[in-house]
Every structure is written in C-alpha cells, then in structure tokens.
C-alpha cells in the first residue's frame, strides 16, 4: 500500500456530476419485518443515541467559514517512455510501437479543486500547500456564493500549508483549539468539498496521533477514521467544542478514494507556519546536521539501553551545530528540553520547532551512560515564498531553492561548483527539474552563487538553458521564464 496524497479533483462540475454515481440504499419491508425491534433491544438503542454528540450546531456555525478553492495552472506533458520493460532490440519492440497511444505534448491546462477556511476576518485563509502547488490563479468561493481571487502569501511544502488572502473584510472565522489536547477515541468533524460537493461534513473519531509518514519528517499528523475524499484537501478538522484541531491533508488509499486513514495537519503546526508566514515571507526550521536512525531491540541491547528509546545519531554534519556541541555517530538522543523522544522520528518536528539561534538541551545515552549537552540550534529555510505577483528575476523566478555545494557534495562531484535544487516548483517544476539536482551553468555560464545565477537570469530573455547534474547524468534543461 501506498500513502498518496490527497488527488486534486481536476474535472469542473458538471464532469464530475457525469462521472460520479450517486446511490440511493433502500429497505425492503421484509427485512425489516425478519429484525423486528424488541422492547429491550429498544432501550440498548435509545442509550446508544443518546450517547452519539449531535455535530449540527457545529456544522451550522463553522460552515459559513468553510471555503471551496479552485485553482487552475499549466504543466508540462511528460512524455513516456514508449514501453518500460521492453528493451528496444527485443523484435515485439517494434511490434507493440505501432499501437502506441501518441503522448500529448507542451503545456496542458490543469484545474483542480481543495477546500480552506478563514482565519481571520480579513481574508486570510489556510489551506493544503497542494493544493495551490504551481496554480497561475487561485479563486475561493464563499458559502454564500460570492467568489474572489486570492493571493498566494506563502506555502511549504516541507509541512502541506498554505495561506491566501482575499479583498473581504467582516468575515465569519472558525475557532481555533489545541491539537495538543486531542485525545485518541474522541469524535471529529471534517468539513470540505469531496470531488467538488461543498460544505459537506462527515465524522469519525481520532485513531491516533503523532504520525509521521514517509517523506514527511515534520508533521506529528493526527490520525482519524473521518471520511476524506479528493476536495476535502485544505478543510478544517473540528473537536466537539467546535475548534479546529487540524487541516486535512493525506488518506492511505489503495484506490485513491477514503478506505478509512485520514491524516490531518496538527493546527499548532499549521499556525506556526501561518506566523511565519505573514511575518517573515518564508518558513524557517531549526537544524542540528544530524543524520538518524531508529533504535530496535538488537540496537538497544548493543548500546546497553533497557528498552528500544530514542534516535541514533549516524553521522554528523562537519561544521554543523551538533558537531560543535560534540555530538558524536552512536549518540542516542533521549530527550530535547526535557520532552522525551520514543522514536527517530520524533526528533526532527521537535528540533524544526525551535527558533534558530536558541539553544537546546539534550539528554543523549553515550558508552553506557547518560548526559546532558547544550546545542545552539541552526536554521534552514527550507522553503523561500514569494507572492504569485513577483516579477523578481531571481531563483524565486525560476521557482527554486537552492543553496551553494559543501565541500564534500562538490568532491562527490570531481570537484565540480554548482547550486544544489532543495525544492522545485513552478517555472522549473514544470521543466522537469527536481529537489537533487545541481544547477552547474545558465547559457553556458557556470554558477556557484544565488546571487550570481540572479544577475544572469536578470540579463535572460523569456528561456534559459540550465546545465544540471542528476546523478551520474549531465543535461541541459530549457526553461520557460515567461
């Protein structure tokens, strides 16, 4: 099984009204003649509804701040293989190439749908960084019709948040609670636009918390049994006091559809992105250089702990705040100011918490004993956001991050200077380049500064040909600047 994230619905209302089936469940008289309701059977029933909450008001309250987000963009065709598989020698090659389905080519307009809610009355709204991702124009429509375009303030990727903000002023807002105060086995209540059918709600119960998902390093993701569907990207997660407590953002899915997994973004780490967001632009994490490992039994018992605890550390970064700490490869880090870390990953939400620059104690396990070290944590930004307005000719233009070579990345690579890609969207995205690979010249001019590759996109016309390194592999990439 995999974990995929929530689909875009990318058909307009009357396709999805034509491709979905709607299915009405009827009852036959004898089948409810052959389960007659005893007396006392009746009661147990009566008990149990009395026992189930009555989500109505919250539904009827929130609703009004529930948005539906349709966004619309272009992207790049790729074009397939001819046939994975088959080497191109092996006689039925040219055989099956006959039947080949001719692959579009060029730019294709995409529209999808998610869901938002107002956080401020204002217009700020938040929503799945997915959602929006490479969108040319972004249009929030309000429960009571009226439909504006929105500015994208910021997203990141690295957490799935995004805030927009509309020209609207006296807007119903939701309430926003503590997802640090769910409990495993309370009800929720999602409310969104599954494949497009707005302000629908549906309920569940939290089936856990502190998730982490693969390539998700830094969300602790609630997890609920709420039915989640493509649309319901972006909407918000309410507890029975009415109170937001979450964004959901991912289902484990073997067909795509809702089979009972929702994962929900906790709203402490959504509205700590938000702050970031509205004030500095960009998102920043704290870093100590480390690479971890979880700890099983076998390790636990090599290292002399009395029970698999902790995150491994593997190596550590040369220069880098743990290394200046003296953290050493076989340190088992226990704890991070006082907050216990049970597993690897744990560590990495709890380290990007905290503001670079402040300092850290850590309780490590070390040849048989424990002790304490102070790190003074550092930064990354591992997303730089720019407004969909900009006209800066500069990374932001492309739609990277990037970041100079260290030493041993440029060794890895003969020696080699370049910018390494952190994250791709937009302009590049759409190219084809990825988060890994080296951007080594512009037209021909080789870059080793951000600062640099700036000055010689600002002197670009409309394409550039960027020469990147993707493993062993050298190409030239054109890229469309617009």
Do not use: C
């Not at 008001?57 to 001819?82: F, T, W």
């Not at 550092?378 to 720019?386: H, I, N, S, V």
């Not at 040909?465 to 600047?481: K, M, S």
């Amino acid at each position: 099984m995999k974990i995929q994230m929530l689909k875009k619905t990318l058909m307009a209302a009357a396709l999805t009204a034509a491709l979905s089936g709607t299915y009405s469940i009827t009852a036959r008289q004898g089948l409810w003649e052959s389960h007659a309701v005893t007396p006392a059977s009746a009661t147990v029933l009566s008990t149990a509804r009395a026992a189930l909450p009555d989500m109505s008001e919250i539904v009827a309250r929130n609703s009004p701040a529930v948005v539906n987000i349709a966004v619309s963009g272009k992207v790049r065709a790729q074009q397939l293989p001819d046939f994975p598989g088959i080497d191109p020698n092996d006689p039925f090659y040219e055989f099956f190439r006959h039947f080949r389905i001719p692959q579009q080519r060029g730019e294709q307009q995409v529209r999808g749908q998610g869901s938002g809610f107002i956080v401020r009355e204002n217009g700020v709204i938040l929503t799945n960084a997915h959602v929006i991702n490479d969108a040319d124009e972004v249009t929030v429509r309000l429960s009571d019709k009226r439909e504006f375009k929105a500015k994208v303030l910021g997203a990141d990727k690295a957490s799935d948040v995004a805030v927009l903000k509309i020209e609207a002023r006296n807007l119903p807002t939701v309430t926003i609670g503590n997802s640090a105060n769910t409990r495993v086995g309370e009800w929720v209540l999602a409310i969104g636009s599954p494949y497009g059918f707005e302000s629908s709600a549906t309920a569940g119960i939290v089936s856990a918390k502190s998730r982490s998902l693969p390539d998700d390093n830094y969300v602790p993701f609630i997890q609920t049994d709420v039915a989640v569907n493509p649309g319901n990207s972006g909407g918000p997660l309410f507890n029975m006091n009415g109170e937001v407590i979450g964004i959901n953002s991912q289902i484990y899915s073997r067909t795509g559809g809702y089979q009972g997994l929702s994962f929900a973004i906790p709203i402490d780490v959504a509205v700590s992105i938000q702050d970031q967001i509205l004030k500095h632009g960009k998102v920043q994490r704290g870093r100590l250089g480390v690479s971890i490992q979880a700890v099983d039994q076998s390790l636990a018992e090599s290292f002399g702990l009395s029970k698999p605890t902790g995150a491994l550390i593997s190596s550590v970064e040369k220069g880098s705040p743990a290394a200046q700490a003296g953290l050493e490869p076989g340190d088992v880090i226990l704890s991070v100011n006082g907050k216990e870390i049970e597993s690897s990953n744990e560590l990495p939400p709890v380290i990007a918490g905290i503001v670079p620059g402040d300092s850290a104690r850590l309780q490590i396990w070390r040849k048989g004993g424990t002790r304490k070290i102070d790190v003074k944590v550092g930064g990354t930004t591992l997303e730089k956001t720019a407004n969909a307005d900009e006209k800066d000719a500069g990374p932001d233009k492309l739609g990277l991050a990037l970041r100079p070579l260290r030493p041993e990345e440029s060794r890895q690579l003969d020696g080699r200077i370049g910018l390494l890609v952190e994250n791709a969207s937009g302009a590049a995205a759409r190219a084809g380049i990825r988060p890994g690979d080296v951007v080594l010249s512009v037209n021909g001019e080789a870059v080793s500064s951000t600062g640099q590759l700036r000055a010689l996109l600002a002197k670009a016309s409309k394409r550039v040909a960027l020469l990147i390194q993707r493993g062993e592999a050298t190409l030239f990439v054109p890229v469309d600047l617009g």
